[in-house]
């Protein structure tokens, strides 16, 4: 009796014309990583738990792979900031700060297997990481990627979305609710969830008066442009240091987003951002597709005090964003919002009707030189079963080999789109020209 064939929930397995998009999209944003001059990493999918887990807990700690194999307790990865960390702490005499990487890779969580959501997916991070301190100027540049990735990925209406957590820690100083700060964020940050009465409410519940209320209502509200919203801040005339010190680094990075070149339609300051609540200390950044508000964001990070921490004393500041490819991906492509309408890697397909190939190979190996993916058909099949394989997998071009080809030194290059053939040589110059024209 045969197995059935089954693939485990929660984890993406796509047909090749769609494998072939998803590497289409995953080489843009490597690209455009490197364009920017970040460097690759690859850790291990493996780590030892003692290493991986020093910092985790609660709902992290539930959802990591763990099992121990011989003596050794092992778990995988569940992002590419805690590798990160225990690699720059590791290697740090051997690297040139900043430290500027860039890593894709799978991850891996044993979350509730459900419709959009992964147990094991692509992140694509970026990280610029300081020895000792990192200039402000760093978080402006990060926009810059974000903005050039899906330019890249052919969005144009998207918006960076931007806070600095310093700004939201000072109100909470100046309202005496520091200690209640994770709380007040958490709950405003559910304000496009739940709508603002609930917020007022759930404020009312964690114990802050109506004045206190008022003052956090008054303050996520502050609407404009981005610097009108800058001007709101200045005027609240808020006298506390960290709020003062938060809205001075905003001013900074709106200031070199423009100079990087990022149009204002595509950034702008958004008070109620909060996210990343027990890690991030500056700059933060939510991406969204306007159009398309249920996707959720689409790339998100920040700035943070110390990368690594719990494996050094050495102060190691930085800067980052994660795109979540998988899904991504899966939501583009559920929305029908990008089509995976390339089936084969080949741009050439060659067919040989003849028993000797080193004609068609030679063939081949000339295009494949010259930088054409080029394909040779090598069953014995009728002509008809060969050029119905071209089709399906929508080959752009054919070229048939057989006797009177080789004697004449004429080829016929096809169009498998148009139908139309074009006589040509055994010339790569001439058959290249052909496919040009």
Known sequence: MNTEPRTLPGFMELLPNEQILFEQMKQKIEKAYQRFGFLPLDTPVLELSEVLLTKSGGETEKQIYRFNKGDTDISMRFDLTVPLAKYVAKNYGNLSFPFRRYQIGKVYRGERAQKGRFREFYQCDIDIIGDGELDIVNDAEIPSVIYTIFKDLGFDDFTICMNNRKILNGIFESLNQKENATSILRIIDKIAKIGKEKVEKELQELGLNQKQIMQVMEFIAIEGSTDEKIEKLQKLE?????????????KQVVKYIRLFGVPDINFKIDLTIARGLDYYTGTVYETFLNDYPEIGSVCSGGRYENLAGYYTDKKLPGVGISIGLTRLFYKLNEMELIKATKYSMADILIIPMVEDLSKPIELASNLRKAGISTEVYLNDKKLKTKLKYADKLKIPYVIVIGEDEIQSNQLKVK?????????????IEEIIKQIGS
Do not use: A, S
């Open 415 to 427: 169009n498998m789109q148009t139908g139309n053939e074009t006589q040509t040589t055994f010339e």
């Open 238 to 250: 808020i006298k506390n240091e960290v709020f003062q010190t938060g809205l001075e680094e905003l």
